[in-house]
């Protein structure tokens, strides 16, 4: 009778068992991205901004409206 070494035997089998769950973990994986990926295809696209000329005008407003310390910091100092 051959004797074998049993702890040998055992690191096979939990190797075998983790290079099985990482297979599965890695398939899954692929499967849900592919999903995301067609789901991502039907989405309708939503612009942010028609033109840039609004921005600027509300920007020039916003400016224009803020206090200029430079000019009178006596009024700002107390």
């Known amino acids: 009778m ?3 070494n ?3 035997i055992l690191i096979g089998v939990i190797v075998a068992m983790l290079l099985s769950a990482l297979d599965q973990v890695f398939i899954i994986a692929t499967i849900i991205m592919g999903a995301a990926f067609v789901v991502v295809l039907f989405l309708t696209e939503i612009p ?3 033109t840039t000329q609004n921005a600027m005008v509300e920007a ?3 400016l224009d409206t803020k206090p200029n310390i430079a000019e ?3 009024k700002f100092i107390s």
């Open 2 to 4: 051959k004797k074998t």
């Open 6 to 8: 049993r702890g040998v």
């Open 48 to 50: 942010l901004r028609r």
């Open 60 to 62: 020039e407003k916003e």
């Open 72 to 74: 009178k910091p006596e």
